[in-house]
């Protein structure tokens, strides 16, 4: 039986959707050896943000419901065992520098239930993201420096009321990225079901070295760098990996290319034959699936956000991994943050005067500069000036693309009754123009964008019809 203390009955009062059966600490089922682990200067911009949310959902499973959770947590304590830091707490030494404590403190499991939710309620076609979502995952508002006081980790299985489960995570962000959140995701479902998980490289590699220390006025630490309670929209859009095709077709190719529409399977077979020719002649040069798909949302963004002047300045930050970028490389299964944000500038008349290929090419450009020159001069500008990363949209012309579509959200998370369903994320870390990627769940190259959006510039985006033309449900 895994090591955990005694489950407790929770007031659920404030959630009328969803009743919280019971809370209990889990415990690494060994105890660990690990020494205290350095934030890194890629650690350290992240305590001001929100605690990542993001979870699963899953069809019904075909074992009783106590032996599930007795399941999880058992497979939960191994897991803490490997990623011991994840059991840890944030400490913060005499000279300002932050680690991590692999104290064995534990992680905060809930058992909840939710008898009027269910997938067809949480996840309707051609609809705003329901709000209820939200109660589906824990540590809500909690904010990344915050793990010095509170469990780094906590996670939450919803029963709902059509026999489906949600298993939601909230894990500080200043812990790590989208990569290692998700290799821990992975190696709990795999545990789960009997394998044996890849094994994180806890080395500080990271530019370790580094004798930056970010100070905080307060040691209640740092506030969220954005207005959280300024009304969003949220909508999943889904792009069919034909899609996806026609848009990087689009984009590689040449003005008096012939046009190409949208027919099923004809399209696929066309655009499949210009990509391989792409990559045959060009040698490195060709736009991404991905970076065509942001032009296509950049120019329709902008072009929603009706009250920009057309000589307005507005930035696509993208999220870039940079684990292969530095050099030495550092490995792909390194444990924490090793992220940066791109940012891509044009007019508002640029980004919607100029064509596909212009605006893909202009991402592009930044992604292939972002090597590991442009990388250590982000670092060395950092650590001469140490602050929190400025997330948010201040001036309402920004839009911040986080999360992957290459991220294995579905692949390697099925825990033993099926592969999931859906994947969705908490409040957290959101505001107008904060958009997550997301792979499809046919694994075929498709890709959900989730997008949070000011009520009036969703609306506007809506009737677009060029960019709808690309949605499908």
Same mark, same amino acid.
Request: aromatic share 10%; net charge neutral; glycine share 6%.
């Given at each position: 039986?895994?090591?955990?203390?005694?489950?407790?009955?929770?007031?659920?009062?404030?959630?009328?959707?969803?009743? #919280?059966?019971?809370?209990?600490?889990?415990?690494?089922?060994?105890?660990?050896?690990?020494?205290?682990?350095?934030?890194?200067?890629?650690?350290?911009?992240?305590?001001?943000?929100?605690?990542?949310?993001?979870?699963?959902?899953?069809?019904?499973?075909?074992?009783?419901?106590?032996?599930?959770?007795?399941?999880?947590?058992?497979?939960?304590?191994?897991?803490?065992? /490997?990623?011991?830091?994840?059991?840890?707490?944030?400490?913060?030494?005499?000279?300002?520098?932050?680690? #991590?404590?692999?104290?064995?403190?534990?992680?905060?499991?809930?058992?909840?239930?939710?008898?009027?939710?269910?997938?067809?309620?949480?996840?309707?076609?051609?609809?705003?993201?329901?709000?209820?979502?939200?109660?589906?995952?824990?540590?809500?508002?909690?904010?990344?420096?915050?793990?010095?006081?509170?469990?780094?980790?906590?996670?939450?299985?919803? +029963?709902?009321?059509?026999?489906?489960?949600?298993?939601?995570?909230?894990?500080?962000?200043?812990?790590?990225?989208?990569?290692?959140?998700?290799?821990?995701?992975?190696?709990?479902? &795999?545990?789960?079901?009997?394998?044996?998980?890849? $094994?994180?490289?806890?080395?500080?590699?990271?530019?370790?070295?580094?004798?930056?220390?970010?100070?905080?006025?307060?040691?209640?630490?740092?506030?969220?760098?954005?207005?959280?309670?300024?009304?969003?929209? &949220?909508?999943?859009?889904?792009?069919?990996?034909?899609?996806?095709? $026609?848009?990087?077709?689009?984009?590689?190719?040449?003005?008096?290319?012939?046009?190409?529409?949208?027919?099923?399977?004809?399209?696929? &077979?066309?655009?499949?034959?210009?990509?391989?020719? !792409?990559?045959?002649?060009?040698?490195?040069?060709?736009?991404?699936?991905?970076?065509?798909?942001?032009? $296509?949302i950049w120019q329709a963004v902008t072009r929603a956000r009706k009250w920009l002047p057309s000589n307005y300045m507005t930035t696509f930050r993208m999220a870039v991994n940079c684990r292969h970028r530095i050099e030495p490389r550092v490995?792909?299964?390194?444990?924490?943050?090793?992220?940066?944000?791109?940012?891509?500038?044009?007019?508002?008349? +640029? %980004?919607?005067?100029?064509?596909?290929?212009? %605006?893909?090419?202009? !991402?592009?450009?930044?992604?292939?500069?972002?090597?590991?020159?442009?990388?250590?001069?982000?670092?060395?500008?950092? +650590?001469?000036?140490?602050?929190?990363?400025?997330?948010?949209?201040?001036?309402?012309? %920004?839009?911040?693309?986080?999360?992957?579509?290459?991220?294995?959200?579905?692949?390697?998370?099925?825990?033993?009754?099926?592969?999931?369903?859906?994947?969705?994320?908490?409040?957290?870390?959101?505001?107008?123009?904060?958009?997550?990627?997301?792979?499809?769940? +046919?694994?075929?190259?498709?890709?959900? /964008?989730?997008?949070?959006?000011?009520?009036?510039?969703?609306?506007? !985006?809506? $009737?677009?019809?060029?960019?709808?033309?690309?949605?499908?449900?």
């Amino acid at each position: 039986m895994a090591p955990e203390m005694a489950s407790s009955p929770i007031d659920s009062s404030s959630s009328p959707l969803v009743t #919280i059966l019971s809370k209990r600490t889990i415990l690494p089922d060994s105890p660990s050896a690990m020494p205290d682990l350095k934030l890194s200067v890629s650690d350290l911009p992240m305590l001001s943000c929100h605690y990542i949310q993001k979870g699963l959902f899953f069809p019904k499973p075909n074992i009783p419901m106590s032996s599930l959770v007795s399941l999880l947590v058992s497979s939960l304590s191994r897991a803490l065992t /490997i990623i011991p830091a994840f059991a840890g707490r944030f400490t913060t030494y005499p000279d300002g520098r932050i680690f #991590i404590s692999c104290n064995d403190a534990g992680v905060d499991f809930y058992h909840a239930t939710a008898p009027r939710l269910s997938l067809a309620s949480l996840l309707p076609p051609s609809s705003d993201v329901p709000k209820p979502i939200n109660n589906l995952f824990p540590m809500d508002s909690t904010i990344s420096y915050q793990g010095h006081f509170h469990p780094l980790a906590a996670f939450q299985l919803t +029963e709902l009321g059509d026999g489906a489960i949600f298993i939601g995570c909230a894990v500080s962000h200043a812990l790590v990225d989208g990569t290692s959140f998700w290799h821990f995701f992975n190696t709990w479902a &795999e545990l789960c079901r009997g394998g044996s998980p890849k $094994l994180p490289d806890f080395r500080r590699n990271y530019f370790g070295n580094s004798k930056a220390v970010l100070r905080f006025a307060s040691s209640a630490g740092p506030e969220v760098t954005f207005p959280v309670d300024a009304p969003v929209r &949220e909508r999943i859009f889904h792009f069919s990996a034909d899609a996806v095709r $026609l848009l990087k077709s689009k984009a590689n190719r040449y003005q008096n290319s012939p046009k190409l529409s949208l027919i099923p399977g004809q399209e696929a &077979e066309i655009c499949g034959k210009q990509i391989h020719d !792409l990559r045959t002649n060009t040698k490195g040069s060709e736009i991404s699936s991905f970076q065509s798909l942001c032009a $296509l949302i950049w120019q329709a963004v902008t072009r929603a956000r009706k009250w920009l002047p057309s000589n307005y300045m507005t930035t696509f930050r993208m999220a870039v991994n940079c684990r292969h970028r530095i050099e030495p490389r550092v490995s792909p299964m390194y444990f924490g943050n090793a992220i940066q944000s791109t940012p891509t500038r044009a007019k508002v008349d +640029e %980004v919607t005067g100029k064509d596909l290929r212009w %605006v893909a090419g202009l !991402l592009h450009a930044s992604v292939l500069a972002h090597g590991d020159a442009a990388i250590r001069q982000v670092i060395t500008d950092w +650590e001469a000036a140490p602050k929190c990363f400025p997330l948010g949209n201040p001036d309402g012309t %920004v839009i911040n693309m986080g999360s992957s579509n290459r991220f294995p959200m579905y692949e390697g998370n099925d825990f033993g009754w099926g592969r999931p369903l859906a994947v969705r994320s908490g409040k957290a870390n959101k505001f107008d123009g904060k958009m997550s990627a997301f792979p499809g769940r +046919e694994g075929d190259g498709s890709v959900d /964008i989730e997008m949070c959006l000011a009520p009036e510039t969703m609306a506007a !985006l809506l $009737l677009d019809e060029e960019f709808m033309g690309f949605v499908s449900d």
